[in-house]
């Protein structure tokens, strides 16, 4: 589902503008750790969480700031990418960045994007009743 990569802000990817949810990056390597990835996704996870610090204060700083920060996560990027992982789901994310990575980062060139455009925080799903398959009733959360 293209929403949970790319969020509200999908439309700038006509523009090349396109910034990727950054909590759903986390939540993904977070799932590929706890499967079992120790090479590639437990580094991704510590950059984007570096880069999510900057985004919630990346429109108050000065552009020559945000360039050198972008500096900064591309050159860790650059050290992460060059990574093998062998574990699948580590192979499977190192894959999705080298194709997305231009889009990591975008809200620091483009200090009007958010950085955490998930439309999940904005409409929040609606939970009722839940049914859980192995007892056949429904739950009430």
């Known amino acids: ?19 990727i949810c950054l909590a759903h990056q986390l939540r993904d390597c977070a799932y590929a750790i706890e499967a079992g ?15 999510a610090v900057l ?3 990346h429109r108050n700083l000065a552009p020559s700031t945000r360039r050198e920060y972008h500096r900064r996560l591309e050159c860790a990027l650059d050290a ?7 574990h699948r789901d580590g192979q499977r994310l190192r894959k999705r960045y080298g194709k997305l990575r ?3 980062f975008t809200f ?3 200090p009007e994007l958010p950085a955490d455009n998930c439309q999940c925080r904005l ?9 859980i398959p192995q007892f056949g009733a429904a ?3």
């Open 1 to 19: 589902m293209p929403h949970l990569l790319f969020g509200v802000t999908w439309k700038w990817r006509f523009l090349n503008h396109a910034q």
């Open 37 to 51: 990835d120790g090479v590639f996704a437990p580094r991704m996870k510590a950059l984007l969480l570096r880069a």
């Open 55 to 57: 985004a919630q204060r």
């Open 80 to 86: 992460i990418m060059a990574l093998a992982p062998t």
């Open 102 to 104: 231009s889009h990591l």
């Open 108 to 110: 620091l060139d483009h």
């Open 123 to 131: 409409h929040p799903p609606q939970i009722g009743r839940l049914k």
């Open 139 to 141: 739950a009430h959360l």
